[in-house]
């Protein structure tokens, strides 16, 4: 089994900045990407970023290239989002998610995910 926890969700301005964390344990060996998604109310759980441990494969939508960096520190099992330049439709949970194989932008690919974390910027 493998556990997803993620954290660094808050309150922040428009412009400002957040770095979500996503920390992954148990049977790691079978995720090889990880993948960023994020849900507002009424809305369809959208991608934000993926990547592989490797390093390899990063990719965003265009709602938040230039914005949002994904990154991995296979030392620490670790995946982080930074987001910045923050606008109020960037309000959302935000899940982190894993899955064997290549980073894909659909949800239901993803076999584990994380218990989300809620991010609202302020207008």
């Known amino acids: 089994q493998v556990q997803l926890v993620e954290s660094g969700g808050g309150l922040v301005q428009a412009g400002g900045s957040l770095r979500l964390s996503c920390v992954v344990s148990?049977?790691?060996?079978?995720?090889?990407?990880m993948g960023w998604f994020r849900q507002a109310p009424g809305k369809e759980r959208e991608f934000v970023a993926g990547?592989?441990?490797?390093?390899?494969?990063?990719d965003y939508p265009d709602s938040v290239k230039g914005r949002f960096t994904i990154s991995a520190d296979n030392a620490k099992n670790t995946v982080y989002l930074q987001m910045n330049s923050l606008k109020p439709e960037d309000t959302a949970v935000y899940y982190c998610?894993?899955?064997?194989?290549?980073?894909?932008?659909?949800?239901?690919?993803?076999?584990?995910w994380g218990q989300g974390t809620q991010v609202t910027v302020s207008s």
């Open positions: 990547i592989r441990w490797s390093g390899a494969s990063i």
């Open positions: 998610a894993a899955r064997g194989g290549a980073v894909v932008v659909t949800p239901i690919a993803y076999k584990y």
């Open positions: 148990g049977r790691t060996g079978s995720t090889s990407a």
